[in-house]
């Protein structure tokens, strides 16, 4: 599902706003922390988790180019589509 970083919280968490219109609470996973650096605005891809509908697993971000061809393309939602 994609999601915007709306905040970093520290400690390899993020408040991301899901295109379902929840907000929730990310976990960046140790693999991409240490290899994607993540900031406020980047467009995500998460995984909600299923016991707790609250939180999600970060699992990609997307560069600004990426970002631009998905746009490019009417990928993105339209209720997330802040590029």
Same mark, same amino acid.
């Given at each position: 599902?994609?999601?915007?970083? *709306?905040?970093? #919280?520290? $400690?390899?968490?993020? /408040? ?6 929840? @907000? /929730?609470? $990310?976990?960046?996973? $140790? ?9 406020? $605005?980047? #467009? #995500?891809?998460?995984?909600?988790? *299923?016991?707790?509908? *609250? ?7 997307? &560069?600004? &180019? ?11 939602? @339209?209720?997330? *589509?802040?590029?």
């Amino acid at each position: 599902m994609f999601a915007i970083a *709306d905040k970093m #919280l520290g $400690g390899g968490r993020i /408040r991301v706003m899901c295109e379902d219109g929840k @907000s /929730r609470m $990310g976990r960046i996973p $140790g693999k991409l922390k240490k290899r994607m650096w993540m900031r406020e $605005g980047d #467009l #995500l891809i998460v995984k909600p988790w *299923d016991f707790q509908d *609250d939180k999600a697993e970060v699992e990609y971000r997307y &560069t600004r &180019t990426q970002v631009n061809h998905l746009k490019r393309r009417n990928d993105i939602p @339209s209720n997330i *589509d802040i590029f």
